[in-house]
């Protein structure tokens, strides 16, 4: 029995997958923008009017997928979206998958 990995066609190109691909993307190009309008929220030595303008337009401007928070841990090869270790962005049970098999150079099988 060999070792096969899921139809990448399928899988890489799950809805979940792109979506929070995109959304990581959203977070990065709108970061700086994200922080400005934080922090002009916050600053209490701005006068309350201009703060609430400033809110109202972060909450009109700002997409929703810029925030952080809304990005998902999900493996890369199987979209799955829990127990994603960080390190390799790959689900607990595709990182047995490929240790058993000797894909994951430097990794063994435990023996006492």
Request: proline share 4%.
């Amino acid at each position: 029995m060999y070792f096969r990995l899921p139809n990448i066609a399928h899988v890489l190109g799950s809805r979940r997958i792109q979506r929070d691909h995109f959304r990581r993307l959203a977070v990065q190009e709108h970061e700086a923008e994200r922080t400005l309008y934080k922090a002009m929220t916050h600053d209490q030595s701005l006068p309350l009017d201009i703060r609430l303008q400033v809110q109202r337009l972060f909450e009109t401007e700002m997409p929703r997928d810029a925030a952080a928070n809304r990005v998902k841990n999900r493996c890369v090869l199987t979209g799955r979206s829990r127990s994603v270790h960080r390190f390799s962005r790959l689900s607990r049970i595709m990182v047995r998958q490929l240790a058993h098999y000797g894909l994951l150079p430097g990794v063994t099988k435990a023996t006492w």
